[in-house]
């Protein structure tokens, strides 16, 4: 029997809740000061893969972060649970927020490329690739590099530390553990290691950023550098954020003085781009959006868009399937897929039950996907506005709303429709920083 069917009843968080009640995990740790597991033990309650990918704060199981725990890989098949914390802050949302004071350094790409367009950037490695070709990475880097190396393998053996609650130091020997390089790039100064994410995250697990890079500082025989960087990637607005990630046993996170930002460009670029004017002419039409999927609760549309991008290159999918490679708590896993729904773009795959069901782009969203990054943003735009709530919005920052129209959305109660209405206004200040151009 499979995993999936084994479980279908349970979630991550009651196999961890299990895991940790069977084993008596805390007591462990308690006189040891970490508890190793093995795959194969986890694999009784839940499938490792998926219960044990923690790359996000948000991702922590609450068994875990109740006592102040965290989850790290030491090898092929066997992970530490101590009271350390691998987690990185990373403050790309002030940042966002001042955006127009970002002044980001335009790029272009050669006139010979034709099939790598600005337009169409739809994955983390051809937003590597754009950066590259354009000669971003050389200014970011400060160093002429090319590309060496991309994807898995296991590491070789190193060791590092961290810091403990108890202000001790907890040391991990790590051994033949997979890692993945989204990028990895060599010049004459240095060599430099890319997490790269189309996604913006506010936090990151250093496994993503240390390992790489400890292990090719021991796999490569060299006096050069080695220096990781996260880039997130802005498909709606072509932004390229550039983070370097710095680590001693004493500090590690990442080193806001040497943040870039970077823009590209379409060579000389003559179409018009939509507009906020165009969608302040949006009509209200009811059958645009499913009046019987909740109204939208997910303030983060920036979000909602790479979950269907994701949708768009890798579907169906689970929910968990869909959910681990996002900064997204479980308690708001409906929230997003039922803003996609609401807009009839994502549907339940015809057959599914129970917690295993899968999700999927509808003929509308099958259609928007084929659209540039920006179009599609434009339209989903349109649709959200032809709903009559949203449409009261447009020209107004406190419009009246008539009591017909808060019953036809479901939003009787006050309390649900103030915290609703900040959804809308998230949502109108998310598009009109894309497209207000006026």
Not at 97 to 111: G, T
Not at 246 to 251: D, V
Request: charged share 30%; hydrophobic share 30%.
């Amino acid at each position: 029997m499979k995993i999936r069917e084994q479980t279908q009843s349970k979630n991550v968080e009651s196999a961890w809740r299990d895991i940790f009640s069977d084993l008596s995990i805390n007591s462990i740790i308690k006189t040891k000061g970490f508890y190793d597991i093995e795959s194969r033990v986890i694999k009784r309650y839940y499938e490792p893969r998926i219960a044990c990918k923690i790359d996000f704060r948000e991702k922590t199981p609450k068994v875990l972060s109740e006592h102040e725990l965290s989850l790290l890989a030491i090898e092929n098949g066997v992970y530490r649970i101590a009271k350390t914390d691998p987690f990185i802050d990373i403050n790309i949302t002030n940042r966002i927020d001042n955006s127009e004071k970002l002044q980001p350094k335009s790029f272009y790409l050669p006139d010979h490329i034709e099939a790598l367009s600005p337009s169409y950037i739809t994955s983390e490695s051809k937003a590597l690739d754009a950066a590259l070709t354009s000669k971003m990475l050389d200014y970011v880097f400060q160093d002429e590099v090319d590309l060496i190396l991309r994807g898995r393998e296991r590491t070789t053996s190193f060791d590092f530390s961290l810091p403990t609650s108890r202000n001790q130091f907890l040391n991990y020997q790590v051994d033949s553990v997979q890692i993945e390089v989204d990028g990895g790039y060599e010049g004459k100064k240095g060599i430099y290691l890319i997490e790269a994410k189309n996604e913006l995250h506010d936090n990151m697990n250093i496994r993503q950023l240390l390992y790489p890079q400890l292990h090719y500082r021991q796999k490569f025989s060299t006096s050069k550098s080695i220096t990781t960087y996260i880039m997130f990637y802005e498909p709606e607005t072509r932004y390229f954020h550039f983070f370097p990630f710095r680590y001693s046993p004493n500090w590690y996170g990442i080193d806001n003085s040497q943040y870039q930002c970077c823009m590209l460009y379409e060579p000389e670029e003559t179409e018009e781009l939509p507009s906020w004017r165009e969608l302040k002419s949006v009509q209200v039409n009811p059958e645009l959006t499913d009046i019987k999927v909740p109204f939208p609760q997910a303030d983060n549309f920036h979000k909602i868009l790479t979950l269907f991008c994701d949708l768009r290159q890798e579907g169906p999918l689970t929910k968990e399937e869909l959910f681990q490679n996002h900064s997204i708590v479980a308690r708001q896993y409906d929230y997003y897929l039922n803003a996609l729904r609401w807009m009839r773009i994502v549907e339940v795959e015809k057959g599914g039950r129970g917690t295993s069901r899968s999700y999927r782009l509808s003929d509308l969203g099958s259609r928007l996907g084929k659209y540039s990054d920006t179009d599609i943003v434009f339209e989903m735009a349109k649709i959200v506005f032809s709903n009559d709530l949203f449409n009261k919005y447009l020209n107004s920052e406190n419009p009246y709303i008539p009591h017909s129209i808060r019953i036809r959305n479901r939003l009787e109660t006050k309390s649900t429709f103030e915290r609703r209405t900040r959804t809308i206004v998230s949502w109108k200040k998310y598009f009109r920083r894309l497209f207000d151009n006026s």
